[in-house]
């Protein structure tokens, strides 16, 4: 088999403990005028105090958005635009989880292209460029800091909408763990569980044809050499850190792996993309409330059940980088070791085993599959090909915490 590799990242991508203090001078290369998102809770710590008055000694005015909302409501991005406009940047900066970072790419889109966010949901709809971003995470979990995705919460809309575009891949990503190390148990577990499906869906993808238009016909081109090298290494990372993370906030090792994992896991489906797991979690969320890790973590173990046979070799490899022993056992062995492995891990920082017990209602079971194939630039990232019906069973699995056979 030919291999085929391509990777879409920021231009410079700086982690380790400390790092945030490489911000201002960062900025300084890319504008004087400095727009910041984030939410109110980080704007009163006086680490982000400190990255302030860093951008301020670099020359550069600066003007925050703290009202950042979780799960990013279409008013909060109305709120912030606004805010920015009477400001007039020329470079915007998100400092905080997800959300923050997620706004901070839909306010440079908005800032440099203008007209209604809806024009860009979808892919490739942003039509250029847009003014440069930083990105700075205070969770290890989204990956968004190297991303070329932002996903919103529209009230016209049951289920969550993305903007995917090579375009609004941040200039810079600066990722320092200690910004993570104020991370409650659960929002760690959550958030890492998140990562580590990343990783999984984007090493398990569909491998699409090798033609020259792959990367221009799609913004996540399936399993690929190169993401590849990075979806291992962040199983690798998390696989041996997030327990530890979870129980132990102030283990710095712990933390440092899960945010080289995180951000690893950005890199690989950044460009590979995620698959059904993802797929699913979209119309759970919306009728559970919950998380969009926890959904994912729930729905990984079940997935790959139902992927298993078409990517055997790869979950062994999963396995291997989840510290299973190799020596005598075979593929197939080792295949069956990684969702044992994957579903260990997340009972340990207690993800929920089964939808029930994340409150799904069992006569949503059908609604919920016929939704989840909606989200097709996921659905078609299958290694295995989907349909309503073979959704239905891995969701019924799901829902019992049987195996998705049984449920077929
Ligand atoms: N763009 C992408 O590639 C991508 C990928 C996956 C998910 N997402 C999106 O990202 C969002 C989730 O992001 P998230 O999981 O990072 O959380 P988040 O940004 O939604 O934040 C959740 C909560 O955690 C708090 N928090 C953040 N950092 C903290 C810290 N260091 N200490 C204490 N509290 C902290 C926040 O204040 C907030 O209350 C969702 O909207 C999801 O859809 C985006
Ligand atoms: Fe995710």
Not at 109 to 117: E, F, T, Y
Not at 127 to 154: K, Y
Not at 199 to 211: D, L, Q, S, V
Not at 212 to 232: C, M, Q, T, W, Y
Request: glycine share 8%.
């Amino acid at each position: 088999m030919t291999q085929i590799g391509a990777l879409r990242t920021p231009r410079n991508i700086i982690f380790g403990k400390g790092q945030r203090g490489a911000l201002g001078l960062a900025a300084k290369s890319l504008g004087s005028r400095a727009f910041v998102c984030t939410d109110p809770r980080l704007s009163a710590e006086r680490d982000f105090s400190a990255m302030i008055d860093d951008l301020k000694a670099n020359g550069i005015a600066v003007h925050v958005y703290d009202q950042t909302v979780a799960e990013l409501p279409l008013t909060c991005l109305d709120e912030c635009i606004a805010s920015a406009k009477s400001f007039g940047p020329d470079l915007v900066i998100g400092i905080g989880g997800g959300s923050c970072m997620d706004l901070a790419k839909a306010a440079a889109v908005m800032l440099s292209h203008g007209g209604n966010i809806r024009d860009y949901y979808g892919e490739f709809k942003v039509p250029g460029p847009v003014m440069p971003l930083i990105a700075v995470p205070t969770t290890s979990g989204t990956g968004s800091e190297v991303t070329p995705v932002a996903v919103l919460g529209d009230p016209e809309r049951t289920m969550k909408v993305g903007i995917a575009s090579p375009h609004i891949i941040a200039h810079t990503a600066i990722c320092d763990p200690e910004l993570t190390y104020s991370c409650p148990p659960a929002l760690t577990a959550v958030s890492g569980a998140d990562a580590l499906t990343h990783a999984i869906e984007a090493f398990t993808a569909i491998r699409k044809p090798e033609t020259p238009r792959l990367v221009h016909e799609h913004v996540f081109i399936g399993k690929n050499a190169l993401s590849d090298h990075h979806a291992l290494l962040a199983i690798k990372r998390i696989a041996g850190s997030l327990s530890v993370a979870v129980s132990k906030g102030d283990d710095e090792a712990a933390r440092e792996d899960m945010m080289l994992g995180a951000l690893s896991a950005g890199l690989a489906f950044g460009t590979a993309g995620t698959a059904a797991a993802h797929a699913i979690q979209y119309p759970v969320g919306a009728l559970t409330h919950t998380a969009h890790g926890t959904g994912v973590a729930l729905l990984m173990p079940y997935v790959m059940d139902f992927n298993r046979a078409a990517r055997v070799s790869e979950f062994a490899q999963i396995a291997g980088a989840m510290g299973a022993a190799r020596k005598d056992a075979a593929d197939e062995a080792l295949s069956f070791a990684a969702i044992e492995a994957v579903k260990t891990l997340f009972k340990d920082i207690k993800i929920p085993a089964t939808l029930a017990e994340l409150g799904l209602p069992e006569d949503q079971l059908e609604w919920t599959a016929e939704q989840s194939f909606t989200a097709q630039r996921l659905i078609n990232n299958n290694p295995v090909p989907l349909d309503v019906k073979k959704l239905h069973h891995i969701i019924t699995a799901a829902y019992h915490g049987s195996s998705v056979k049984a449920a077929a």
